[in-house]
């Protein structure tokens, strides 16, 4: 995947939202009747503006896509002071506490409604997803001790059916971070169905990792064995530099025989910095060998070789292959379900990394955003609507936490004034921005730092 294919599609994706969020605000400032001066797209310089309409608003499209900004009429107390009484009836300050409340809720608010709509779309078009049937359970775990077999088929947790993996796979790590019992119910080989019980109390309480959801429930869902066909080969890695091909099959390493991508990686992993034969055949049956030195990669604190390459998309058997499709009613029903249990699933997330029950190395800064929008984009349309849709949830989320500069910030402040009877004072709004400026740059430095500490390993 080409770095200005991911470009383009976090832009479009990173516009696509802001223009959402920062619209939320402008169209119930409007309604409420505020003046709303400037609406922009991005920050720092001006790459095009505008002005329309009656108040001649000034519309923006900025250089830095990171962002955006609505700014109105009298937001500054001190600059509202000097207001005439006409400009006074319009302006953000002078407005009673309940509709600058709305007005900061409005962008958020924005980004959710956004996502319940993008989900209602593709519940109705069809979410591809996998049968949920289990290929492999560890023994002496969680899934393990509640009866789980291979074969099993799940129908239900608690109660609620689900015919996808991947919506098993969020309900459980939902709960698992909760440490909840979770009641499922299975079809087995013999086509009887029971009722089994997981117990994620049994869960300890130490820091998760990516995949800690497979690795200590124990349950692996079936997939098919994936080949050592190269699907993908990153520029400038050591395998594009050999030489090496999209669509080529590793057959063999240092003389070892390769029969699945788990032997490439193997085989590949205690080799960094030291040179590997490859013996590879193309499609036409021609072979060839080409050297190698595999650069090093750090997993979990151990050092192991890559050489920059993928395997090719697995082909899942059609009995296995599922797509999530319900009529209008229902798939509206499915969107405010989905969007609601994710907005609590990425709240309880943020909890637990206070905790550090959740290692804040999961956040994630543009660059990982902008590698995720790029691959969902490569996976076709429902799947980048689908990123777009989980992206637009943490936006509001993460815009609704208390914490000033943040709308959540200003929601606070406005609560305040509500239960006091007064505005909270210049002096002590002042101060909560800055604190919340130092904690936004705290938490872009740990993003910035995760997304480059990802792209050395």
Known sequence: ??????????????????????????????????????????????????????????????????????????????????????????????????????????GPAANFLLAIVLYWFTYMAGVPDVKPVVDFVQPDSIAAAAGFRAGDRLLSADGENMDGWEEFRLYLFDKALSHETVKTEIADNDGRTKTLVLDFSRLPKTERTPGFLEKELGLYVWHPQIKPVIGAVVEGEPAARAGIKPGQTVVSIDGQEVNDWSDLVALIGPKANQTVSMRLSSADGTMETVELKPAEKTVEGRTLGRIGIGPAPLAFPEELKTSLRYGPLEAAGKAVKQVWRMSAMTLKVLGKMLTLEVSPKQISGPLTIAQYAGQSAQGGMEHFVLFLALISISLGVLNLLPIPILDGGHLLFYAIEAIKGEPVSEKVMLWGQQLGILALVGLMTLAFYNDITRLIH
């Open 1 to 106: 995947m080409s770095f200005l294919y991911s470009i383009t599609a976090f832009i479009v994706a990173i516009g696509i939202l802001v223009t959402i969020h920062e619209f939320g605000h402008y169209w119930v400032a409007k309604k409420l009747g505020v003046k709303v001066l400037k609406f922009s797209i991005g920050f720092g310089k001006p790459l095009w503006s505008t002005r329309r309409g009656p108040d001649q608003t000034e519309y923006i499209l900025a250089a830095i896509p990171l962002g955006g900004y609505v700014k109105m009429l009298g937001e500054s107390e001190s600059d509202a002071d000097e207001l005439s009484a006409q400009e006074k009836a319009r302006s953000f300050s002078h407005k009673p506490v309940w509709a600058r409340a709305l007005i900061a809720s409005a």
